[in-house]
């Protein structure tokens, strides 16, 4: 198992290697849009890593295209729909209403 922190509401999550960023952020209560789970078509699930960035599966190229799509997208920009999971703890910030965004 690893551990999900997401930020701003501190809360940290047990979670699967190999399981996707979103599955473990929804399984913690959090609010995080996902209109199409996997496909990078809707950009819904947008998140910042901010710790354990190499953890996590590389991004795809339909990936990176969705995110050069995205207004407000940084370095440390993720699909989480299609981020999975390594053996190091990662630390999310999400964005959008409960943000402050
Ligand atoms: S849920 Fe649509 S891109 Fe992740």
């Given at each position: 198992m690893t551990t999900v922190t997401i930020q701003p509401s501190g809360?940290?999550?047990?979670?699967?290697?190999?399981?996707?960023?979103?599955?473990?952020?929804l399984a913690a209560g959090e609010p995080l849009g996902h209109k199409c789970v996997g496909k990078a078509e809707c950009g819904a699930c947008h998140?910042?890593?901010?710790?354990?960035?190499?953890?996590?599966?590389?991004?795809?190229?339909?990936?990176?295209?969705?995110l050069d799509a995205i207004p407000g997208v940084g370095?440390?920009?993720?699909?989480?729909?299609?981020?999975?999971l390594g053996e190091e703890p990662?630390?999310?910030?999400?964005?959008?209403?409960?943000?402050?965004?």
């Open positions: 809360k940290t999550i047990e979670a699967v290697p190999g399981s996707t960023l979103l599955a473990a952020v998140l910042f890593v901010q710790e354990g960035r190499k953890s996590l599966s590389r991004a795809t190229k339909p990936e990176n295209e969705k370095a440390k920009s993720r699909l989480a729909c299609l981020a999975l990662v630390t999310v910030e999400l964005l959008g209403f409960n943000s402050g965004f």
